[in-house]
């Protein structure tokens, strides 16, 4: 099977993330999210898009979406590195 492509911003947003301390794991596209993202204990969920390209959910994003909504959880969507401080923000 051949690897999904990922997102050009991508490598940004990871970098930025483990310089404050986060641990980053990729995901398979399958699992409808980029990143597993921890840090300080808790875990995000993250979906990156690329702002340069006009962009929608997959399916299987739409439906990890809903169903993190519904357990009471955060679907990040990340374009840019001024999401990932937001997001960041969320747990100082």
């Known amino acids: ?9 991508e490598k940004e947003i990871v ?3 483990r310089a404050a301390g986060a641990r980053v794991q990729f995901m398979c596209k ?6 597993l993202v921890t840090y300080q ?15 929608v959910l997959t399916e299987a ?7 993190i909504e519904h357990a009471g959880g ?4 990340l374009e840019d590195i ?3 401080k937001f997001m960041h923000m969320q747990v100082m």
């Open 41 to 55: 204990g808790v875990h995000f969920i993250v979906e990156v898009k690329n702002p340069a390209r006009k962009w």
């Open 74 to 77: 955060v679907y990040y969507i």
């Open 1 to 9: 099977m051949k690897a999904a492509k990922r997102d050009d911003n």
């Open 30 to 35: 399958d699992e409808g999210f980029d990143l």
């Open 61 to 67: 994003e739409k439906k990890t979406l809903e169903e």
């Open 82 to 84: 001024d999401d990932a």
């Open 15 to 17: 970098e930025y993330l």
